[in-house]
């Protein structure tokens, strides 16, 4: 198996064996990854590497957006706004060659992850907490 289809088949199995609020932090981690290279690339005026790096982007942030369910959370409807407009400043970006609405749009996207991160560590520990909790001796 070469290095490459072994890349990819792990990071396959990752996906599908992580929960629900980790597999969202992974996605994040990659917006934020695929964003800071289309901003380097750009700034090298590297064309191609920047563009697929933006498209990337903009499939994820249109699948977060299609995710997102404000019925069950009406607040996220802020949050939906934000990702259809940085997908409008990530095709600006690429059609006007500007890396600073790459950096903008990286800049509002690493305090969200940092956040989800944070809450996903949050969950961890209450579910550890509460597993620690049933399991101890003389528990009720």
């Not at 929960?19 to 996605?27: F, H, K, V």
């Not at 690339?41 to 697929?52: E, F, H, I, N, P």
């Not at 019925?71 to 059609?95: K, N």
Request: include cysteine; hydrophobic fraction near 45%; proline fraction near 4%.
């Amino acid at each position: 198996m070469s290095y490459g289809l072994a890349q990819a088949r792990y990071a396959s199995d990752a996906a599908t064996t992580v929960s629900p609020a980790r597999l969202l932090t992974m996605i994040y981690d990659r917006l934020v990854a695929d964003l800071g290279v289309a901003h380097d690339a750009m700034l090298r005026k590297d064309w191609a590497t920047s563009g697929t790096r933006l498209s990337n982007a903009c499939e994820i942030l249109l699948e977060l957006h299609a995710t997102l369910d404000t019925a069950v959370w009406p607040d996220g409807e802020g949050l939906a706004q934000l990702y259809l407009w940085m997908v409008g400043e990530l095709m600006q970006a690429r059609l006007r060659q500007a890396p600073q609405r790459v950096a903008d749009c990286r800049d509002l996207v690493v305090p969200l992850r940092d956040a989800w991160g944070q809450a996903v560590q949050q969950l961890a520990g209450e579910q550890t907490a509460d597993t620690a909790g049933a399991q101890a001796p003389g528990a009720a």
